[in-house]
């Protein structure tokens, strides 16, 4: 007998949902080469409320409700720091309080709030530059604090 090599039908993969839970996360250093670099919580999933049942990663908020990529981008530079954590123990103590079904910061998104994502996260290369430019961003709004 041999393998099937062809891909998997997207729509016959089991779908995960969003969760409270820290073994569903990643903890992401915004640039590994720093000893003293801030993390963000992430996840993929789908939302609780969400009737079309689509995948999308989320961040963890310090308010403990989740925050989905697209929408997030497009808030103020000035809610940045919503979703950054200092040390890994802020994140994981915020993490081992939630309980029950996940909150999620409803925003409305847009298509073209989606092509401006999907262009930004293109131009970046890859995910590191984009975390270590989020993370720019994020120290020049701390700066003017």
Known sequence: MVADSRPADPRSMPMRFLTNDFKDCRLIKLDPT????????EQEGVG????????????????GKWIDEVARSTRPDAEIGDIVFETPAEAVELLTSLFGK??????PVTE???????????SAGSA?????????RYRAVKKRK
């Open 128 to 136: 590191e530059a984009a975390f270590r430019e989020f993370l720019a």
């Open 34 to 41: 720093e000893a003293h670099s801030p993390f963000v919580v």
């Open 102 to 107: 996940p909150h999620v910061r409803e925003l």
């Open 112 to 122: 073209a709030d989606v092509e401006a994502y999907i262009a930004r996260a293109q």
């Open 48 to 63: 609780p409320n969400d009737p079309s049942c689509k995948t999308r990663m989320y961040y963890l908020q310090r308010d």
